[in-house]
């Protein structure tokens, strides 16, 4: 055998092993989403922790109204991963995403884990009544998809601080962005709800987060 030839069959066995190695060491390569909104100090510099990694904005404790169950709470999504929306009944794209979340709603169905919640930005127009239309129209299930009001101040405040939503005139300004939390409350993604090719990601991306959490049991 030549000595070329013995390299090349040396170098196809030695391939196997370096693959096995690899695996054994560093484990099955898994995906992880981006984190969004890094904590910052009164200088605007962001904020580490003892170990050199970057602090993540959780979104802060806030008590609103859910036709479904009364007071809701951040505690309410200890667990669970959570899309948000923030909408009015009266906007056209609105009723849009409204309609894409029918279709999340319907392929996490059999997760409890998952959950969904829809926060109006004019709680004086869209009244109780309003409100349990709207839930109705959509087929909000109880317990999977909230529908929350509440003072105004209250969810101003959540859009500024836990969302950085924009605002104008004392109102946050409508958005057509859904926004995915993890079970710490940390945004993990943002999605254009009016683009298909966007809630195909959020769709790709909650289960992403299902397998990391998967993989931490």
Known sequence: ????????????????????????????????LKTY???????????YDASG???FQQVPDFSLT?????????LDLKGAIT???????AC????????????????????????FVSITVN?????????????????????KWYVLTGDREEILALAQQGFRLPVGKQRVLVTENLMLLDKERKVRGIYNGTKQKEIDRLVTEINVLRDEYGKRK
């Not at 909104?37 to 605007?44: H, L």
């Not at 899309?83 to 009944?89: D, G, L, N, R, W």
Request: charged share 20%; glycine share 6%.
């Open 83 to 89: 899309v948000v929306q923030f909408f009015e009944t």
């Open 1 to 32: 055998m030549s000595k070329a030839k013995a390299l090349i069959l040396g170098f196809l066995l030695l391939v196997p092993l370096l693959i096995f190695a690899f695996i054994s060491i560093f484990g099955v390569h898994h995906f992880t």
């Open 92 to 115: 056209p794209e609105c009723s849009e995403i409204s309609s894409q979340l029918v279709r999340l709603q319907e392929a996490f169905e059999e997760f409890p884990e998952v959950k």
């Open 53 to 55: 990694d970057t602090v």
């Open 123 to 143: 709680p004086e127009r869209d009244s109780t009544a309003v409100l349990q239309q709207y839930a109705a129209t959509y087929g909000a299930k109880a317990g």
């Open 37 to 47: 909104f890094p904590e910052v100090d009164m200088s605007g510099e962001v904020i």
């Open 66 to 74: 859910s036709l479904q169950r009364g007071q809701f709470t951040a």
